[in-house]
């Protein structure tokens, strides 16, 4: 099988500062990678890239056989990208907003309108359509950012801390979309700083540390590699610079005085 993403020998510097230090990585059909790593490792602007979002890097980056660098509206078109926050237009209401996302990527008006109009409901927003946004809590907000996403039915779904602001139940019901989505064949690079989450919904795990891929395999693989430990604990143990417990003394300390 062919990769779906294929990424080789990726770096990206800020000024002199190096953020990516030659990532290589393969991603199939149907995969659920959870992409990890602590804060300035790399992940956003790894995700960046991929969505075409910065163009200035060195390496290649080829998605469904397409050049990023060579043809980056075609890559758009297949990727699903969902952050953590985004520009919702909030002035506009999700029918609205989401209509107008349709017409970007080219999606007939009246499958445009079944569609949202269905994972609107699915996400109890049927009564606030005609709503504006700017009257929307967090949550609402990422509901509508994640209908947005998926909208055009992508091949490849990228999402960088999605359950930002959702409930209990909503959170559930992206889980599940995740799993039913990778049985469909589509594939999703999901980047979290939850720890849990990841464990539960990846059938692979890539863990990023100050630009360099530090370890890549199942959750199983990594047990076996690092102790019958969690995902949490693998991850401390393999990006921490000094002890947990002792940071956390060491702000305890700071009221004792």
Do not use: W
Request: with cysteine; aromatic share 6%.
């Amino acid at each position: 099988m062919e990769p779906i993403i294929r990424i080789r020998n990726l770096h990206k510097h800020y000024g002199s500062k190096q953020v990516l230090k030659g990532i290589n990585l393969d991603i199939y059909p149907g995969q659920v990678i959870g992409y990890i790593g602590p804060n300035g490792a790399g992940k956003s602007t790894t995700v960046k890239i991929l969505c075409g979002l910065i163009p200035d890097f060195e390496g290649e980056v080829q998605v469904s056989g397409v050049n990023l660098r060579e043809d980056p509206i075609a890559v758009k078109s297949k990727i699903g990208y969902i952050p953590e926050l985004a520009e919702l237009y909030e002035v506009l209401t999700p029918v609205e907003f989401l209509s107008f996302m349709a017409e970007l990527y080219n999606i007939p008006k009246e499958t445009a309108a079944e569609r949202m109009l269905k994972m609107l409901a699915a996400f109890g927003l049927e009564a606030n359509k005609d709503q504006r946004m700017d009257t929307f809590s967090k949550g609402m907000r990422q509901k509508v950012l994640i209908i947005s996403g998926l909208l055009h039915n992508p091949g490849i779904i990228i999402l960088d801390e999605p359950l930002s602001g959702l409930d209990a139940n909503s959170v559930i019901i992206v889980k599940e979309l995740i799993s039913k989505l990778a049985k469909d064949g589509k594939t999703i690079f999901y980047c979290s700083h939850m720890m849990d989450i990841v464990e539960k919904v990846s059938d692979r795990i890539v863990l990023i540390n100050e630009g360099t891929i530090i370890a890549d395999g199942s959750f199983e693989q990594l047990k076996q590699q690092q102790g019958d430990q969690s995902l949490e604990q693998i991850f401390a143990h393999l990006t921490a610079k000094e002890n947990l417990s002792d940071a956390a003394d060491q702000l305890i300390s700071a009221f004792e005085n």
